[in-house]
């Protein structure tokens, strides 16, 4: 019974389709082709749209991105250099240190070197990312290390006071 019915209402819906499309004959075919070729070109057109604005945007976030890691590589190569100078002046006072304090601090500089060249092959590392997501977990690191490294000379110069 099902399937009587399910053929009865399929002929319905195609018996009508049928006799139209023979009625308009080859124009009706030809008039529905030009509206497939025209809708074919109305969806390139959006497509390429939509590419064309994608491109757009890709650049514009690049350009974005490439403008914060060069700030960020200029803040990061400024503070560097102050700690920088800060630990040349830690190493010249342990210098001229005698006894058990020159071997305490001649140990904090070894640390202290380990530790900048750690942060300095990260800044480098940082330098070469292309992507946001791995500047971001480098650029976090890289805080980390700097704060790390900062504390670091600072607490050995207050030793030398």
Not at 76 to 85: F, N, Y
Not at 111 to 133: C, L, Q, W, Y
């Amino acid at each position: 019974m099902k399937n009587i019915v399910k053929m009865s209402l399929a002929l319905a819906l195609v018996v009508p389709f049928v006799t139209s499309c023979s009625k308009e004959g080859s124009s009706g075919t030809t008039k529905a082709a030009e509206k497939m070729t025209e809708s074919a070109k109305e969806a390139t057109a959006a497509a390429k749209s939509a590419t064309d604005s994608a491109k757009s945007a890709t650049e514009a976030a690049k350009l974005k991105f490439d403008d914060m890691k060069a700030a960020f590589a200029k803040s990061t190569e400024g503070a560097m250099g102050d700690i920088g100078k800060e630990f040349d002046s830690l190493k010249t006072k342990a210098a001229a240190l005698n006894g058990e304090q020159k071997n305490e601090m001649e140990a904090l500089v070894k640390n202290i070197t380990a530790k900048k060249d750690e942060v300095v092959k990260m800044f480098s590392d940082m330098k070469g990312m292309s992507d946001s997501a791995g500047f971001t977990e480098m650029k976090g690191k890289l805080e980390m290390g700097m704060a790390d490294l900062k504390k670091m000379v600072e607490t050995a110069m207050a030793k030398l006071k």
